[in-house]
Each structure stands twice: as C-alpha cells, then as structure tokens.
Nanobody, 118 residues
Framework: QVQLMESGGGLVQPGGSLRLSCVAS????????MGWYRQAPGKQRELLAG???????NYADSVKGRFTLSRDVTKNTVYLQMNSLKPEDTAVYYC????????????WGQGTQVTVSS
C-alpha cells in the first residue's frame, strides 16, 4: 500500500515562508503525476501544483510566482516551497500521487495544517 507522509506545516506570519515535504513509501518514478492540493474550511480541495512525469510543472494562478514544487528522487520526496504567504493560504495541505495505468488511482497523505496569521 502506498503511503505519503507530509510534514512542514505550522503557523507563520503573513509574508513568511514554509517548506512542505512529502515522502513516498516507494519511488516517485512509479507515479504518473505528483503534486500538492489544499483545502480550506468550507471550500473544495484545490490543486496547487503538480508535475506529470516527463512534463513541466503546472501551478494554480493563486500560487503562481510564490510557490515552487521540487523533488528529490533519491529520497522519494516532493517539496512545496511557499513564499510570501497570505492569510488566505491558510488550509490543510495534502500531497497527492496518481497512477494512470491500468486505471487511475489517487493516493493521499494525511494532510498538514498551514496557518498564516499575525
């Protein structure tokens, strides 16, 4: 069973930075897409950033220019560097890994809370 373990969330002041980490229980090359989502209270889960294998990274307009997705394949880890954080970035952040074949399957981490407040 695939496991994704997020870490790095916490409380930060507006304008601050955090780096989230997601460690997968197997090689991230085994997934067709990996990325990060977030869900704020009363809102739908939102895709923030994702990189398909062999493709370029995509970012939501709400985080473009502030958030950066990266990975370390030797550590089976995906990172989300978040800069210039705003109160509206407050949410639970989830790591996602997706396999497309033989059928589409999504794997999720348990989530990590990010709170942006002064």
């Amino acid at each position: 069973q695939v496991q994704l373990m997020e870490s790095g969330g916490g409380l930060v002041q507006p304008g601050g930075s955090l780096r989230l980490s997601c460690v997968a229980s197997e090689s991230i090359f085994n997934f067709n897409v990996m990325g990060w989502y977030r869900q704020a209270p009363g809102k739908q889960r939102e895709l923030l950033a994702g990189f398909p294998s062999g493709g370029s990274t995509n970012y939501a307009d709400s985080v473009k220019g502030r958030f950066t997705l990266s990975r370390d394949v030797t550590k089976n880890t995906v990172y989300l560097q978040m800069n210039s954080l705003k109160p509206e970035d407050t949410a639970v952040y989830y790591c996602n890994a997706r396999r497309l074949f033989p059928k589409s399957v999504d794997y999720w981490g348990q989530g990590t809370q990010v709170t942006v407040s002064s």
